[in-house]
């Protein structure tokens, strides 16, 4: 395999990977090919280049082996089967939120979605009624519905045909 020399100043993403790789428990899969191919996908999931994941690989095979007489071309074999099974660069950290000026975001949205329901919820946006068992969210939902459509909360709260309680 490529040169297991560590170079002197390994990317970040290199490194991680390679943390990666020494904390997985590799000796728990049953077969010698089956730890190279997940040692790959890691490899893959970092967004190593091919020349980065040979060094990368180099360097765990020589702190612990993979049992296998590696080269360089069945070792890139093993990496294209992984990029056709793991997402490339699925490890890396999100980028982080960009900021924007209060200025620019009222510029951008200078009118408010529609209500749905005044002063509480706008188009878009969604609502969570969370409370105990039987103690009438849904009624509540449907007040608050018919308020919006200009229907009276009182006329909303009629009586149940089971039971003879108003609810409301």
Not at 7 to 21: N, T, V
Not at 41 to 68: A, I, M, P, Q
Request: net charge neutral.
């Amino acid at each position: 395999m490529t040169n297991n020399k560590d170079a002197d100043s390994e990317s970040p993403a290199f490194e991680d990977c390679f943390a990666d790789l020494m904390a997985l428990d590799l000796e728990g899969h049953q077969s010698k090919s089956q730890r190279l191919f997940a040692a790959c996908c890691r490899c893959v999931e970092w967004d190593l280049d091919e020349t980065k994941s040979l060094r990368c690989l180099g360097k765990y095979n020589h702190r612990r082996s993979f049992g296998l007489m590696l080269d360089d071309d069945s070792v890139r074999r093993r990496l294209r089967d992984a990029e056709a099974k793991v997402q490339r660069g699925g490890r890396l950290p999100a980028q982080p939120l960009a900021l924007l000026p209060i200025a620019d975001l009222v510029a951008n949205h200078p009118e408010l979605r529609r209500p749905v329901i005044h002063g509480l919820l706008r188009a878009g946006e969604t609502m969570n009624v969370i409370a105990s068992p039987e103690v009438g969210k849904s009624w509540l939902v449907t007040d608050l519905k018919g308020e919006q459509r200009g229907i009276s909360a009182q006329l909303l709260s009629c009586t149940s045909p089971n039971s003879g309680a108003t609810h409301g």
